[in-house]
């Protein structure tokens, strides 16, 4: 099936610092989703991608869907304290009449104030 | 609106007990997910219903049964579980029959089995 490498695995920055993530995948995808998790919360999505080559922003997020469309990167730009958290990327893709959603390991994110 | 409301937030039961966990969202979304997910982990997906059917099953073992009552409703009944079974349960909606959509998570139900 559907797989979804993202990295890094973790990282630690210092509050200001700039961030990027990304996500790879030896399939194509119709879209590319990015989402926050908190510690017992259900995943919110940050930015949703569905063409090849786009790229959109919210707020101090970026993300660019690959032109292959079996990449896509997001970037936070000058960090804060409250974007601690677990960063999932997402495929989407319509298989057999249903619509599969599938996820990467996720990015923990720790920013130091 | 984009919510989806599950509920309840928590749920402790023993191995023979039957529980249900309930999802609701009233964006008008056509396609309900349930995805189990265990700590540090991504969620993985179990079952996707399109159009009130039940389009994906992950292999799910039996005593996970799904049922879809309406297009705004998706229950998730349990039954004889197991201790491994323990984890974050999300639901989530999104439009259907495209695959070109977002995707939105309810808050998880804490599932301990004792």
């Known amino acids: 099936g559907q797989q979804l490498n993202q990295s890094p695995q973790s990282m630690f920055i210092q509050e200001g610092e700039d961030v990027s993530m990304n996500c790879t995948s030896s399939?194509?995808?119709?879209?590319w989703l990015w989402y926050k998790q908190d510690p017992g919360e259900g995943p919110v999505l940050l930015i949703a991608?569905?063409?090849?080559?786009e790229l959109t922003s919210n707020g101090r997020l970026t993300a660019q869907f690959g032109i292959t469309r079996k990449d896509s990167f997001l970037n936070i730009s000058a960090s804060i304290p409250s974007d601690v958290g677990i960063y999932f990327c997402?495929?989407?893709?319509?298989?057999?009449?249903?619509?599969?959603?599938?996820f990467g390991k996720g990015t923990k994110l720790t920013v130091n104030p | 609106d984009t919510e989806v409301t599950q509920t309840p937030k928590h749920l402790v039961m023993g191995m023979t007990n039957k529980k249900s966990l309930k999802c609701e969202q009233h964006?008008?979304?056509?396609?309900m997910y349930w995805y189990k997910q265990k700590a540090k982990k991504p969620p993985e997906l179990m079952f996707v219903?399109?159009?009130?059917?039940?389009?994906i099953n992950e292999s799910v073992p039996s005593r996970f049964s799904p049922e879809c009552p309406n297009s705004s409703l998706l229950n998730l009944h349990l039954h004889a579980l197991q201790p491994e079974d323990s984890a974050l349960y999300l639901c989530?909606?999104?439009?259907?029959?495209?695959?070109?959509?977002?995707?939105?998570f309810g808050q998880g139900t804490r599932l301990t089995v004792v």
């Open positions: 989530a909606s999104s439009q259907a029959g495209t695959g070109y959509t977002e995707a939105f």
């Open positions: 399939s194509i995808f119709n879209t």
């Open positions: 991608l569905y063409k090849a080559g």
């Open positions: 997402a495929g989407q893709y319509f298989r057999g009449g249903s619509e599969k959603l599938v």
């Open positions: 964006m008008g979304h056509r396609a």
């Open positions: 219903y399109s159009y009130e059917k039940l389009s």
